[in-house]
């Protein structure tokens, strides 16, 4: 118990000084009232455990691949110095881009084994190589170009279905080069209709020079000799002649690496007897060209199929299920899709050689002509040599004595395709007459006259008959009528059946069709007899047109007057002119 | 009559195929300091490639979450052709190994574990390695040719790393790109820089290794479901 002391409070301010204090007299404390002892408790010892973790080690296994042919299959290098120089500017520009998007070779799903999927997938983009000047080619490919020739390279069945105008057949040639090159294939043999055999021979010269190439024609004994010789690796047949020598194609002996077949739906038809010829070809790889893979039903697929993989599709198979088996063997583009790596006008120039009937015409008549003109003397006047030329360039449409015509074969064929797929196209001439001529040939594909003996009122009707009409796919026109004031921007292809004197109304009637609006890009196939006036007079255009560019290059005139001049005229002929000097 | 259609739809091999066992594991070990902190004086050895045979030899690890690490060793001609893939099977690093390796794991799986394996493993003679990872460049531990890093194929924050972020090392220019090696080797790819003039890109090849493993992945995965 203890006892507080206060002093007395005097006033309220001094309770905040009140104190307390203990007093020890009247206090205690717990040592008093209970004994102090110590006793001691034992703690047992804390001993660590170690828990062992194990850390296993690291370790993988490699897979290895040796690719020993990989380093052959660039075509050899150009040594012409202007390309060689090319192809070191090309170096020394080079700078790696993270975000292109490069042409890679992509093995098809049919490649099983890895280390044939990795031989092709490890190949360098094929863009590169061409901007590094070790794969060259005489124009730059455009890049969905070098897509089309990544998809071919590795593949031993496939089909190339873009749409007409593209460049399927460079895009075969390019791949057949580089295959030939890399020793993939030695032999390869191209099938297409009649009047495109020319057209191959001519471009595999453009684009694989260095490949010998042969047509097989001639008599029978002939063929055969050509059939079986081994000198030349690329074979060009046509359609009709695989029929007449099926016999010595189906022999044991022999064998292609290779066939391709140009305009493949002529294959369509599975019971049909070229069908059939062709796909008794022994061969190991199949590839199908065709801008038209299905005409009619599904089972035009099947048909082209029955040639690459026999039996792959069946006839009557649902859409869907021809759709997933066949992706990964088709490669089509069309204009609208590629449309960023092309330009909005597409020139073919279709260099076609005359039908020997044309050319034995062509040469009498030429030969005739100049020694006429050079008769007249001091006479001479330019409207002779109009004539002279108006006359050759009519024997270059059609011989007048047969109305063969080597134009026409061509001209059918690239109207069925056009036909074929739902399109619509141009034809242009200056004469009625081969207009007349023209439209007899093309009458499956419906077609439509506008020219000067169309009565003015009738034309609007014409007009919108080509317009509407979907069984009409081609409009015959005369430049002097066709080439002003219409559009026709419904139409993507644009054929110039003879040449004009004057570019810019040849441009004109490109322009009908090629309008702001237009519906996509418009392929324009100039043709051209070879070795003829046509091709004097479209080598001098060229020249000037070059000068013009050369001199104008910032110019953005659509249209230039770049026609003959008087003495250029003279000159088709080497002809000197009456008042002047001989030009050249 | 014998008709032959599509015979050999299956392309020829192309090449012989080898399956390896897998390689001894090397003692866990601390990241050894970098050999680029340390200025040696160049050496220039005598044994240079010639330039016909010149080789070069892209190394890459592809790290994907879902199956691991994977290397890749591609070696090209002086053309950019392909000579030889070598790939490995994924590692794939336990938790405890995250935890105990910690931040240098990563340069553990690459140069100890995969570049050095896939090294030992490429029968072509290499005349330059070059890496797009800077942990590649510790593989030249393992190989007596020049190893580089292609610095515009490196990526740190979506951007190339800089030249001079690996002290002791200088740049040589190859095919368009810039290739950093450390100075002591220097002379010497500055000496066969020149046989690469024909390469068309320094960089791409990394991405080919990629899109190899991507496809030996793919198989590989194709192959197991098949057997489940």
């Given at each position: ?85 090319a ?15 490069h ?5 098809p ?83 297409c ?6 057209n ?96 009619n ?100 449409n ?6 063969s015509?080597?134009?026409?074969e ?50 609007n ?53 090629h ?6 890009a ?12 046509e ?39 080497d002809l ?9 | 009559m ?87 099977l ?48 510790k ?27 690996i ?32 390469l ?12 190899a ?16």
């Amino acid at each position: 118990m203890s006892f507080f002391s206060t002093r007395p409070r005097d006033t309220p301010a001094d309770a905040s000084e009140l104190t307390a204090e203990i007093d020890p007299l009247h206090s205690w404390v717990t040592e008093s009232m209970f004994a102090v002892d110590t006793c001691e408790l034992s703690l047992p010892n804390i001993e660590p455990v170690a828990l062992p973790i194990r850390l296993p080690k690291l370790t993988t296994q490699v897979r290895g691949f040796q690719f020993p042919d990989a380093a052959r299959w660039i075509p050899p290098k150009s040594s012409t110095p202007d390309q060689a120089g090319a192809a070191t500017e090309a170096k020394k520009k080079r700078k790696s881009d993270p975000n292109r998007k490069h042409n890679r070779i992509k093995p098809p799903s049919d490649i099983v084994k890895l280390q044939d999927r990795l031989y092709y997938l490890l190949q360098p983009p094929l863009d590169l190589l061409v901007g590094s000047g070790q794969l060259n080619f005489p124009f730059e490919p455009f890049p969905y170009q070098l897509d089309g020739m990544a998809f071919l390279f590795p593949r031993y069945a496939g089909i190339l279905a873009d749409e007409m105008g593209l460049g399927k057949t460079m895009q075969a040639i390019s791949t057949i080069r580089l295959l030939l090159c890399s020793g993939e294939v030695r032999s390869v043999l191209l099938v297409c209709p009649k009047p495109l055999v020319t057209n191959w021979l001519r471009e595999f010269s453009v684009w694989a020079p260095e490949i010998p190439i042969a047509a097989i024609e001639g008599s029978s004994a002939k063929r055969e000799f050509q059939w079986r010789s081994p000198q030349v690796p690329v074979k060009v047949a046509n359609y009709e002649l695989l029929m007449r020598d099926q016999s010595i194609l189906t022999d044991d002996s022999m064998h292609f690496d290779l066939v391709v077949l140009d305009e493949a739906q002529r294959i369509k038809n599975r019971s049909s007897t070229t069908s059939t010829v062709v796909r008794s070809i022994p061969r190991t790889r199949s590839w199908a060209l065709t801008g038209t893979p299905v005409e009619n039903c599904p089972d035009d697929l099947v048909g082209i199929f029955e040639f690459l993989s026999p039996g792959y599709l069946k006839p009557g198979m649902p859409m869907p299920q021809i759709a997933k088996h066949a992706g990964d063997y088709i490669l089509r583009r069309t204009k609208d899709m590629v449309l960023d790596d092309m330009p909005p006008k597409l020139y073919r120039d279709a260099e076609l050689d005359l039908t020997p009937e044309q050319w034995s015409t062509y040469e009498a008549a030429e030969k005739e002509g100049v020694l006429y003109l050079e008769n007249l003397e001091q006479s001479l006047t330019i409207q002779h040599v109009f004539e002279l030329v108006l006359r050759l360039k009519q024997i270059c449409n059609f011989d007048p004595v047969t109305g063969s015509s080597a134009k026409l074969e061509r001209l059918v064929a690239d109207v069925e395709e056009v036909a074929a797929s739902g399109k619509k196209a141009i034809v242009f001439s200056q004469w009625v007459k081969s207009l007349d001529k023209i439209r007899d040939a093309l009458e499956p594909f419906g077609p439509l006259e506008y020219h000067g003996k169309i009565p003015q009122k009738k034309r609007n009707t014409v007009i919108d008959r080509f317009k509407n009409d979907p069984d009409s796919h081609v409009i015959l026109m005369s430049y002097g009528a066709g080439s002003v004031g219409l559009n026709l921007q419904f139409c993507e292809y644009v054929f110039l059946f003879d040449r004009w004197w004057n570019p810019a109304i040849e441009d004109q009637a490109i322009n009908r069709a090629h309008r702001l609006g237009a519906a996509g890009a418009v392929t324009v196939t100039k043709m051209m007899a070879m070795n003829t006036i046509e091709q004097r007079i479209n080598d001098v255009l060229d020249q000037k047109r070059e000068m013009f560019d050369a001199l104008f290059s910032s110019s953005e005139t659509p249209t230039r007057n770049v026609g003959l001049s008087r003495e250029e005229i003279f000159g088709l002929f080497d002809l000197r002119a009456p008042c002047g000097k001989k030009v050249a | 009559m014998t008709v032959k259609v599509n015979a050999g739809r299956k392309p020829k091999s192309t090449g012989a195929v080898t399956t390896d066992s897998p390689a001894s594991f090397l003692a866990i070990e601390t990241p050894q300091t970098s050999q680029f902190l340390f200025a040696v004086s160049e050496r220039m050895p005598d044994n240079l490639p010639k330039k016909n045979e010149a080789t070069i030899g892209y190394f890459t690890v592809v790290n994907d979450e879902r199956t691991g690490w994977t290397g890749g060793l591609l070696v090209l001609d002086r053309a950019g052709r392909p000579l030889e893939f070598q790939c490995t099977l994924p590692v794939r690093p336990t938790r405890a190994h995250e935890i105990l390796f910690g931040p240098t794991l990563r340069s553990h799986l690459v140069a100890q574990v995969i570049g050095k394996l896939l090294l030992s493993k490429c029968r072509t003679p290499l005349s330059l390695i070059c890496c797009d990872l800077p942990e590649g460049l510790k593989v030249e531990s393992f190989t007596k040719s020049p190893v580089t890093l292609v610095l515009e194929a490196t990526s740190q924050d979506r951007h190339p790393i800089s030249a001079d972020s690996i002290s002791g090392s200088e740049t040589v220019s190859i095919a368009g790109a810039t290739f950093l090696v450390a100075m002591e080797r220097h002379a010497e790819l500055e000496a066969i820089a020149d046989f690469y003039n024909d390469l068309p890109d320094a960089v791409e090849p990394f991405e080919r290794i990629r899109e190899a493993v991507k496809e030996a992945h793919s198989q590989l995965s194709r192959q197991n479901s098949e057997a489940a």
